[in-house]
């Protein structure tokens, strides 16, 4: 984070109450994402919508902050400050409004947090990332939101 503002980069907060991604039960598994409460203050919208109209890239941090950015968006892309409910489900084909990158931790193939990671990454590249991780003994989870993803053309 030290170096993204040596490089000018802003960071806004939004507030927002985290789900699970997988509870181990697969009947339980298949409901999830759970609806996730947020807020996100009219300064952070406001941020938001200079960093796009500059041409800059919106990076959320973790899974939920995608959810709530998302959940908030207009059609137009515009975020609407204010609380609210992120509902929808985030998967390889949603079509992301807000969001050009995400910093995100490590998630397993069927786990919710892992679908909406396919709306940034193809199968095959997240395939390599968790083989590597695999390779060099990383756990799931281990480390936070410590990977990131830009959002590459997908190609349905």
Do not use: C
Not at 4 to 22: E, I, L, Y
Not at 42 to 68: C, F, M, N, P
Not at 92 to 100: E, G, K, Y
């Amino acid at each position: 984070l030290q170096a993204w503002r040596r490089r000018d980069v802003g960071f806004a907060t939004v507030t927002h109450a985290a789900g699970v991604s997988s509870t181990g039960d697969p009947a339980l598994d298949s409901r999830l994402p759970f609806d996730e409460p947020y807020r996100i203050p009219e300064r952070t919208a406001a941020q938001v919508a200079r960093a796009k109209l500059r041409g800059g890239s919106i990076i959320a941090i973790g899974t939920s902050v995608v959810r709530a950015l998302e959940a908030a968006a207009s059609p137009d892309g515009n975020v609407r400050a204010g609380n609210g409910i992120a509902t929808g489900r985030i998967a390889r084909d949603t079509r992301l409004l807000v969001v050009d990158a995400i910093l995100t931790g490590v998630h397993q193939p069927g786990e919710s947090h892992f679908e909406l990671l396919r709306a940034f990454a193809d199968d095959a590249l997240l395939a390599k990332a968790s083989a590597t991780l695999t390779a060099y003994r990383y756990r799931t989870h281990e480390f936070g939101d410590s990977m990131l993803l830009n959002r590459q053309p997908l190609h349905l």
